[in-house]
């Protein structure tokens, strides 16, 4: 049997956690999943279940000053809807609208998204095309980490026991940047990504960012294809080449597998779409 | 009065305000939770099952084997091919079949009890495809059938296909497949059994619980009238609740410790220990001449039923008898076979063959107009079968076919679909038509169904009715039924439904049967009850020849004197008798020649046309249907909102088939795995009903649950295909598939530039 505690303050949460045994339930909607296989197949319980939804500190929404910051507890739905999220960091609006469900997204947190680490993790893919940097406690005193070191593989992060995180630093990206996200599932809702793509441009092409997710163990930064986009002619015929490459660089890494009759050709055709969007929403602004 | 109403069903508030007690609900404090113990390789050989650290672990028991099982260990809802093993007795036949049953306090000590049994398995060859099952020499997966590996062959016969398609202005072939589906109801499988004066109750979720009581007594070794059946409110079926699932295990488990007992499946073990709908490969040929008229139809029909026959006969015949198409054809050689492999079980699923086939009849009409250069939509109306005309079967149709007034309806939509139609950098679009005929009740077989009406001495109805409601609203259409043959508002009748002890069989809720031949029934009942009332009334008025009519709930005689029935029911009362009339039917039907397939095997069929637009994505390949119009000839719509609810779901329930569902064994057996359709994959549905009385249907009714699905799948299949300019032959129609041809197609565009 597990014991459920609702802290009201980080400390308190902090201090639960440091037990060994003890799990965070920020939205639950991945934890209530591995419960109830755990009860099924009669492993063990986590002792302590320790739920954070009601910490303040995960709360925040900070996209108006010099620095952008969103707090671990914030739902799907919240960033969905916010117009704010909309407007300065539309690709992690439209990653958050692709979540699951309604219900799901009603309920699931940007927090437990990370933590999980699934490679199909939409938000993740979105975040990590912000070069999002976690703020993480823990009762030794805070750290920070940028996602591409804290997620090392499939449901794999750096994060200790007795460690939470806070909410993400995203390096403040200009809202003259173009963004777009992409998902590919099974079903219009409630699918499990088999791809999905972040694309944020500048007008100037010196930063191009593109994340593949749903592929490799991690949502994975396509250096390569960025390298290919700096500075070069934006248009149809980049955006086409840039796609190749895409799809280029998951066959090397991945090999020739099963499902690489769809994947290739649809990683190439959907960086190529997700780019057009992300440059189309610049044109847009000017 | 009440029918053609558009009644809000019966028990609709308790459902929605989540009273309702499901047969999942069913289990009380102090029952004992069982768990199945389930093989994990097949074919296999049982060496041991040793239950020693189950027994020890606190809370359990009892473990049960087959060799508690008293009666008979083969189960199955069609007599010929009974041959289910509900606790294998030596051999296991397929993946997740019970081997042992285990009784506890709790539901977490049953379940610690399965895991604790030690079962020793020895592998066995086994056969995994039709192809595997029917090679020469083929390891023999229920070696008791006459046929080996072959369950039947169901052959049509008419004319000379082979020379008719040799005179054929054009002729087109291909090869259909679809893939294994599975029910996925809403409700799982749950129920609750207990002892009472020496008999065995079972409350469960259930289609037929009157077949599920004759099982059940030949389980237990037992007379059938040592076995009570309740039907639980059941939350959805399509076919999966028509073999016995949890019933067998409550049973036995109640019989052997004398307590109240309960099971409850997980979802997984929903998925793994339940029927499927078949899969099936076609190979068609079909011929035309000159002017478009259909020629002649050579079909091969390949399925798998997997480990136990279930319902694979129905299937088989059925998928033979309709596959055609409502097309006349003059020229027809079907040959269909269905064999046993070590998978999972493939049994009933709305439709019994025909969505599979209509996928193949479908195409092939597409492939056609193509070939002739004609309008497909055209080329159906020309085709589709009328008053007069004869089936494959040879059946000659009589009135109500209402198939050219379906295609009347959605052509103006369908036209209107095709013009708006474009492509985009983005997307491209397609229309599709899907039509179908289906057989209501059993294949040239006897389906009857009974019921009865006693008007009480309090002035009260009772229908009692055999009849499952599973969902789908056979409670509230033969209560409309009831009421509107008795003159009488629908308050006034009360439902006594699916208890052995109080009702008598109705068949199975399956084959879109219950409104036509369940609905003949009660008015069987209303008509016999009238005449009790009619004989009882004069009786009281002395007059032996008075013209007495029931009009209106009121006995009226022709000299202007009337009796309110309650009061004929009391005079009876003092007698001790009752004003209770019984209604029995079954359709008319002869059974097909085993040789040539030629007979009637339906005394009616339904008739549907839909069509669906769909848009394709060219960089994800997605598929989003974004609108289906569906036109049904229901005979007469009963309750319109329920037909009309019968048909959107058929629809959505389509769309799955068309797009998403794919069961495959070991793989996905969740939820999150196995995908059904969303809200968010719901098309824009205009649903459309058409009446074409049926002469024989009560007020003209005849069905209309699974007409509703049959030709979702094809209609999307077929607009696809025009999107992507390739046919889409295989199902489901998955990322893979529309890439492949998306790319294919944009090769050729290429090409052409």
């Known amino acids: 049997m597990s014991r459920f505690l609702t802290p009201a303050t980080l400390d308190e949460a902090l201090n639960a956690l440091s037990h060994p045994g003890a799990k965070v339930l920020a939205g639950g909607t991945d934890l209530m999943l591995a419960l109830r296989q755990a009860r099924l197949s009669g492993t063990e319980l986590p002792e302590l279940i320790l739920d954070v939804t009601r910490l303040p500190e995960l709360g925040r929404l900070e996209l108006d000053g010099p620095a952008y910051y969103l707090g671990a507890g914030l739902t799907f739905r919240c960033l969905e809807e916010d117009p704010r999220v909309a407007r300065r960091i539309p690709v992690l609006a439209q990653a958050a609208a692709t979540v699951g469900s309604m219900q799901v997204r009603q309920t699931a947190t940007i927090g437990g998204n990370v933590a999980n680490a699934s490679p199909a993790a939409d938000g993740l893919s979105a975040l990590v095309a912000l070069d999002a940097v976690a703020e993480i406690a823990s009762l030794g005193g805070m750290r920070h980490c940028p996602l591409g070191e804290l997620i090392t593989a499939p449901n794999k992060t750096t994060l200790a026991q007795g460690e939470l995180i806070l909410g993400y630093a995203l390096d403040p990206p200009a809202e003259t940047r173009g963004q777009a996200f992409l998902k590919v599932g099974r079903r219009q809702e409630v699918a499990v990504s088999r791809l999905n793509l972040a694309a944020c441009l500048d007008r100037e092409l010196s930063d191009p960012r593109v994340v593949l997710g749903s592929c490799f163990p991690t949502p994975r930064r396509l250096r390569d294809v960025e390298e290919l986009i700096q500075g070069a002619t934006p248009g149809p015929e980049l955006w086409r080449a840039a796609g190749e490459k895409a799809a280029g660089h998951f066959t090397d890494v991945c090999g020739w597998r099963a499902s690489a009759t769809y994947k290739v050709p649809a990683i190439a055709r959907i960086t190529a779409r997700a780019l057009s969007r992300a440059w189309a929403q610049l044109e847009a602004r000017s | ?218 389980f237990l070794g037992v007379g059938e009238d040592r076995v009570r059946v309740i039907q639980a409110e059941t939350g959805g079926g399509f076919g999966g609740k028509l073999d016995l699932s949890v019933q067998p295990f409550l049973a036995l488990a109640a019989w052997h410790l004398k307590r109240p007992v309960c099971l409850r499946y997980t979802r997984e073990e929903s998925f793994l220990a339940t029927a499927k709908r078949h899969d099936l490969r076609m190979h068609f040929i079909s011929g035309a001449d000159e002017q478009g008229n259909i020629t002649a139809l050579r079909a091969r029909i390949d399925g798998d039923t997997g480990a136990f026959a279930s319902y694979g006969l129905a299937v088989n015949m059925r998928a033979a008898v309709h596959a055609t198409g409502p097309y006349r054809t003059p020229h027809v050689d079907v040959v269909a076979r269905m064999a046993y492999s070590n998978n999972t079980f493939n049994g009933a699923m709305r439709g019994f063959g025909c969505p599979q086939v209509a996928l193949a009849h479908e195409a092939q009409m597409n492939a056609l107009a193509a070939a002739l250069g004609m309008d497909p939509f055209d080329l159906r109306k020309q085709n589709a079968l009328r008053h007069g005309d004869h089936t494959a079967t040879g059946q000659l149709l009589g009135a109500g076919v209402g198939l050219s007034a379906c295609l009347e309806r959605i052509e103006p939509i369908y036209r209107k679909w095709q013009s708006e139609r474009r492509h985009a950098d983005e997307y491209r679009e397609g229309v599709g038509v899907g039509v179908m005929f289906y057989g209501i009740g059993n294949t040239g077989a006897s389906n009857p169904s009974t019921a009865q009406l006693e008007w009480r001495p309090d002035g009260r109805v009772t229908l009692f009715t055999g009849a499952a409601d599973i969902g789908q609203g056979s409670d509230t259409a033969l209560m409309q039924i009831a009421a509107s043959r008795l003159g009488l508002p629908m308050e006034r009748i009360d439902l006594c439904r699916g208890d052995t002890d109080r009702t008598t069989n109705a068949g199975a809720t399956s084959a879109s049967r219950q409104t036509y031949i369940s609905g003949n029934a009660v008015m069987g009942a209303a008509a016999n009850l009238e005449m009790q009332l009619v004989q009882g009334a004069r009786e009281m008025l002395n007059q032996r020849h008075l013209e007495v009519e029931l009009k209106d709930g009121m006995l009226v005689a022709a000299d202007g004197r009337a009796v309110e029935p309650a009061e004929v029911a009391r005079h009876l009362a003092k007698a001790g008798g009752r004003a209770r009339g019984e209604g029995r039917f ?154 492949e041809a998306l790319t294919a197609a944009e090769g050729e565009t290429t090409r052409e530039d």
């Not at chain 2, 506890?104 to 604790?116: L, Y």
């Not at chain 2, 020895?122 to 995994?128: A, L, R, S, T």
């Not at chain 2, 797009?659 to 996905?668: C, D, I, K, S, V």
Request: hydrophobic share 40%; with cysteine; net charge negative.
């Open chain 2, 1 to 218: 009065m009440s029918l053609g109403q558009s009644l809000i069903r019966l028990g609709t508030e308790a459902k929605v305000r989540g009273e309702t007690r499901y047969g999942f609900d069913m289990p009380q404090a102090g029952d004992l939770h069982l768990a199945c113990v389930r093989a994990e390789q097949a074919p296999a050989k049982i060496v041991s099952i040793n239950p020693a650290q189950a027994l020890a672990i606190p809370g359990v028991v009892r473990v049960f084997t087959a060799a508690d099982v008293p009666g008979e260990h083969r189960l199955g809802i069609i007599a010929v091919s009974r041959d289910q093993e509900f606790i294998a007795p030596g051999l296991v036949r397929q993946p997740g079949q019970c081997v042992a049953l285990v009784a506890a306090e709790t539901p977490e000590a049953a379940r610690a009890g399965a895991r604790a049994v030690v079962v020793v398995l020895e592998q066995q060859p086994g056969v995994w495809s039709y192809d595997e099952a029917m090679a020469p020499d083929a390891p023999l997966v229920q070696p008791d059938n006459p046929g080996g590996n072959l369950l039947r062959e169901n052959k049509i016969r008419r004319g000379d296909a082979d020379a008719a398609l040799k005179d054929s202005a054009v002729v087109v072939e291909a090869t259909y497949t679809t893939g294994r589906i599975a029910h996925c109801a809403l409700e799982l499988e749950g129920g609750r059994a207990w002892l009472e004066g020496g008999r065995v109750m079972v409350t469960a979720c259930t289609q037929n619980p009157h077949y599920d009581q004759a099982d059940l007594a030949r």
């Open chain 2, 586 to 739: 079954d359709p008319n039907f002869t059974a097909l020649d085993p040789e040539t397939g030629q007979g009637r095997p339906y005394a009616t069929y339904a008739y549907a046309a839909q069509c669906a637009r769909v848009r394709v994505d060219t960089a994800s390949a997605m598929v989003k249907v974004t609108d289906v119009a569906a036109a049904h000839d229901v005979g007469r719509a009963v309750n319109p909102r329920s037909v009309q609810g019968q048909i959107c779901g058929g629809v959505v329930m389509g769309v799955g088939m068309a797009l998403m569902e794919h069961y495959q064994q070991g793989r996905t057996d969740n939820l999150q795995a196995y995908h059904i359709p969303t809200a968010a994959d719901a098309p824009d549905i205009t649903p459309l009903i058409v009446e074409e009385p049926e002469p024989s249907g009560p007020y003209g009714a005849k069905g209309v649950g699974e007409p509703a699905l049959i030709p979702t799948a094809p209609a999307i299949a077929g607009a696809v295909s025009q999107a992507l300019g390739r046919p889409m032959r295989h199902l489901p129609i998955s990322l893979e598939r529309v890439m």
